[in-house]
């Protein structure tokens, strides 16, 4: 998502934005460095060439730009990083140990685009900056999209990693990459494992791949396939298409999940036009949306299981004696965003887990591309041109 965003002061807050998705090839995903990098450069140029007036820098000023990358990073300073590791699917070799922010640079100086890096930010980092600018009673921010992670406000004082003169704030924000966690508790299955070692990082990011947008249809594509196998669930043939990684996505998934037909005919479409499977029985399009609902509904319950966690860490879990705190948190991502089944059981989950009235004290608060407003926030924030009238 490229975005351009117009402040208006404290009392108006962000007045006016202008974005644009980009969807990035797949074939760059696995490519080279400087196929990806010049591509985003490239996207960044075009869109930025048709910007309305009002969003010009100063005479003689350079257009500031806050990167949004969401994979593990050791971040250094506010303005560079090095990536640890690819997640959602990306394999780029060269890139791992490299300076990402440098990488952008190189390509945007490549085809004279004026523009610098003034914030390199995580996506739940972000999303927490950007819940933070209109609500204070966030602390935390958590992603479920393609990829998920959480980040939370954490106690200055209470960080052991920290070095140094504490903030002023004595706050700080803790980005947990929290797809890369895993514990024998998780309750993986065969398909679970199946998918983890065929993936293009075994062993790696196990909580995001029950619970994110990438890999939740394959899970179900991967039960069909057994059933197909194992009890000719479709037929005395296992249909071929059922055993392509990744051709039921989980927006497909999500379209089954929310049909509401008498007869499922919304399934029905979605099987014979996308795996060419063809005269199913309305008994079979309802195990094929129960499948849907029993892999969603794991992924809500332990998304909320995670957030009961950084709740538990920061002492917002239960009820202090004469006090009830709001804590809100920010939630982005296109899973929760379009998926109604998986966000109302991840509430409903949150709720059982927390008790009534614990839970009358968290807010719920959906940012849409928090993350990308929270970097251009953030950019903004440690701007050049801050001294400029904003009137």
Known sequence: MLTIFQLGGKEKGVVRIESVKTQIPPELMTGSSND??????????????????????????????????????????????????????????????????????????????????????????????????????????????????????????????????????????????????????????????ALDAESLNPGEQIFEKIISGMYLGDIVRRALLKMAEEADFFGDTVPPKLRIPFILKTHDMYVMHHDTSSDLKVVENKLRDLLEIHNTSLKMRKIAVKLCDIVAIRGARLTAAGILGILKKIGRDTIK???????????????????????????????????????????????????????????????????????
């Open 321 to 391: 004696a004469g006090e009830k705190q709001k804590s809100v948190i920010a939630l982005d991502g296109g899973v929760f965003e379009v998926y109604i089944p998986f966000r109302t059981c991840f509430e409903n989950t949150l709720k059982e887990l927390l008790g009534d009235e614990a839970f009358e004290t968290i807010g719920i608060e959906q940012n849409r591309d928090g993350s990308g407003i929270g970097a251009a926030l953030l950019a903004a924030s440690h701007s050049l041109y801050l001294g400029v009238d904003e009137s």
């Open 36 to 193: 990806l990098f010049d591509f985003i450069a490239t996207s960044l140029a075009k869109f930025v060439s048709s910007e309305p007036s009002e969003f010009h820098p100063p005479p003689g000023g350079q257009r500031e730009l806050g990167f949004t990358f969401s994979f593990p990073v050791r971040q250094t300073s506010l303005t560079s990083g090095t990536l640890i590791k690819w997640t959602k699917g990306f394999h780029i070799e060269d890139v791992v140990g490299e300076d990402v922010v440098g990488k952008l640079n190189k390509a945007m100086e490549k085809i004279g685009l004026d523009m610098r890096v003034a914030a390199l930010v995580n996506d739940t980092v972000g999303t927490v900056a950007r819940g933070k600018f209109s609500n204070q009673d966030v602390i935390a921010a958590v992603i479920v999209g393609t990829g998920t992670n959480a980040a939370y406000v954490e106690r200055a004082h209470t960080i052991p990693k920290w070095y140094g003169l504490l903030p002023k704030s004595g706050e700080m924000v803790i980005n947990m990459e929290w797809g890369n966690f895993c514990s024998s508790d998780l309750p993986l299955t065969e398909y679970d494992q």
